[in-house]
């Protein structure tokens, strides 16, 4: 059974940094692709960034770009997402998410789709003050 379970959130000032934890059980990253979403109050889920450690690729939300850092650990299978230079637009609940890519995937395509992911984390609150 494929679980996810995040940690790492909680309140922090504008320009602090958080390192957010997605642990991963029952699938192995050679075959799964991991992705992190935010979902702010009355908004959409929006996808933050995702690795896939099999192919060595990386995505980033514009808005993310040179400030947040993905990045996984084979030994503990799990993944990280390292946040700095943290904003109030960066409040949100963060969740990972994972899919399968052993056989090809929209992960590919659209690595940024919440459709494209099957398993999810319960979520971790991050809050920026100003």
């Known amino acids: 059974e494929v679980q996810l379970v995040e940690s790492g959130g909680g309140l922090v000032q504008a320009g602090g940094s958080l390192r957010l934890s997605c642990a991963a059980s029952?699938?192995?990253?050679?075959?799964?692709?991991v992705g992190w979403f935010r979902q702010a109050p009355g908004k959409g889920r929006e996808g933050v960034s995702a690795?896939?450690?099999?192919?060595?690729?990386?995505y980033y939300l514009g808005s993310v770009k040179g400030r947040f850092t993905i990045s996984g650990d084979d030994a503990k299978n799990t993944v990280y997402l390292q946040m700095n230079s943290l904003k109030p637009e960066d409040t949100a609940v963060y969740y990972c998410?994972?899919?399968?890519?052993?056989?090809?995937?929209?992960?590919?395509?659209?690595?940024?789709?919440?459709?494209?992911?099957?398993?999810w984390g319960q979520g971790t609150q991050v809050t920026v003050s100003s």
């Open positions: 690795i896939s450690i099999r192919d060595d690729e990386l």
């Open positions: 029952g699938f192995t990253f050679d075959d799964y692709a």
């Open positions: 998410a994972a899919v399968s890519v052993r056989y090809g995937s929209t992960w590919y395509i659209r690595p940024d789709w919440p459709s494209t992911y099957d398993y």
